[in-house]
């Protein structure tokens, strides 16, 4: 097992890791840049060391900074967290060079799953569903061309994106150009990777994604899936496991074949493979994420499995003991609500002090935040504040204790998002189970109209 773990990150995934590491019996490395100097992850940690100034591409995307605190701490493994490098290839492939550990796949297989293209190839291979869809884009007269073959509407997409960023849905050949230059614009700014490539669009899709886990000694399991429909501009704000779209046939199906791919190529920490189910409840898949997601704790709830534990024990090369089981025993229903620092209506980020801060509580209720009552939320990051999780025998307990956590969130000082989340969970596509990744927007469109 590693002695020192280095957390290239902040917030709360920062202090989730942490965490998991004091149950090991691991010392803890936080880096901070100068706005995170009080944070709480830093509080948290052992050991503390500052990278940089504010902006985040001086501090914690500054790969150089990272690894030297690395080496003068002398901590033998890095957690990447979620965002930030957790998906950099580069950042992998460094740490490996320099004779430190990275709590994730190899370098390899993150640039196998990662890469969206390579990954389509890999589920081709492998059996998994796909939309049709394109080659890497040359030019927008290659994308004119790509997309009447595959028919609109459809989604242009960053080869190297995630997140929701360099994708625009082109719905005629008259809207390819400006989608192409800006999605190209996107991808280079967030990814430093313009290349694109187009799929199918599906105009009224659910998303389901399935988690996976595998070690280095050929366990691989998967652990039932996520709901994620709710969503904003293909930005997750709730999410559910189990899925009330899915049924065990279905379930078993795809884990098996999500587990054969796994295996086949190698894989090993955890994944998180994304699908579209559209409305004849077919699914395709759509990328993987080779790192813990935002979301991991609703499948904790329901399985009982700490996965951030078993991520760090899997990049040990220890053998996990987890069930052989191809279809995962799911119990009870989990939600999770993304409670975010911005303006409710329009968005907008909205930093600034926390005056009064007291989180909900009670039987079935987790809260995963690094923020704490007199904190200036940072202009500079994204504005996640916390993460609501809930968990009961039932989706309509889950329902209703969800919307009694959040009736009693308090944060004044800044604006947050938590009256639109008891909103949308008051829908009655979203308390039947019917809502698509369209919910959200046809939501405040109708909101905007009656105002």
């Known amino acids: 097992m590693f002695r020192k773990v280095l957390i290239a990150n902040r917030g709360e995934i920062a202090i989730r890791v942490i965490r998991a590491c004091r149950e090991l019996g691991i010392a803890t490395v936080a880096v901070h840049s100068e706005a995170d100097a009080h ?26 900074a990272i690894i030297s605190a690395a080496e003068i701490t002398a901590a033998d493994a890095i957690h990447p967290g979620y965002g930030f490098l957790s998906e950099s290839t580069k950042f992998a492939q460094v740490v490996e060079q320099c004779g430190l550990n ?12 990662g890469d969206k293209l390579r990954a389509r190839d890999a589920a081709m291979r492998f059996g998994l569903p796909l939309l049709p869809g394109s080659t890497a884009l040359t030019s927008f007269e290659h994308a004119e061309s790509e997309a009447k073959r595959v028919g609109y509407p459809v989604m242009i997409k960053a080869r190297g994106g995630g997140g929701g960023r360099g994708m625009r849905v082109v719905r005629s050949q008259a809207e390819v150009r400006r989608a192409f230059e800006s999605a190209t614009a996107e991808a280079m700014n967030a ?16 998303h389901i994604e399935f988690q996976a886990l595998a070690d280095k000694h050929g366990g691989v399991w998967t652990l039932g899936e996520r709901e994620c429909s709710l969503q904003r501009k293909n930005q997750k704000l709730v999410e559910e496991s189990p899925s009330p779209n899915m049924d065990d046939d279905l379930r078993a199906t795809m884990s098996e074949v999500i587990r054969k791919a796994i295996r086949e190529t190698g894989y090993t920490s955890l994944g998180t493979l994304e699908f579209l189910m559209d409305e004849d409840k077919s699914l395709y898949f759509m990328e993987m994420n080779t790192r813990v997601q935002v979301e991991h704790p609703v499948t ?23 069930p052989d089981t191809s279809l995962w025993r799911l119990r ?20 600034g002090k926390i005056l009064e801060y007291h989180p909900p509580g009670g039987a079935g209720v987790r809260v995963d935040s690094g923020v704490f009552g007199g904190w200036t939320v940072p202009p500079h990051y994204d504005s996640l504040l916390a993460k609501v999780i809930v968990h009961a025998p039932t989706r309509e307990q889950a329902l209703t204790r969800m919307l009694r956590a959040l009736d009693e969130y308090i944060i004044s000082g800044i604006r947050t998002n938590i009256d639109l989340h008891k909103q949308l969970l008051r829908l009655p596509e979203v308390m039947e189970g019917r809502m698509t990744t369209r919910t959200v927007e046809e939501f405040m469109a109708s909101r905007a ?3």
């Open 300 to 322: 904790e709830m329901v399985t009982g499995v700490d996965l951030v534990v078993e991520q760090i024990r899997a990049a040990a090369g220890e053998k996990l003991t987890l």
């Open 102 to 113: 990275f709590i994730g796949p190899s370098s390899e297989s993150m640039s196998q799953w």
């Open 39 to 64: 944070a709480l992850h830093v509080r948290f940690a052992d050991e503390a060391v500052c990278i940089g100034p504010p902006a985040a591409s001086l501090s914690y995307l500054n790969i150089p």
């Open 191 to 206: 990814f430093k990777n313009p290349e694109l490539y187009l799929e199918r669009f599906v105009e009224r899709p659910r």
């Open 332 to 351: 009870g229903h989990a939600i999770e609500c993304r409670i975010m620092a911005e303006d409710p209506r329009t968005f907008a980020p909205w930093p």
């Open 449 to 451: 109209n009656a105002n």
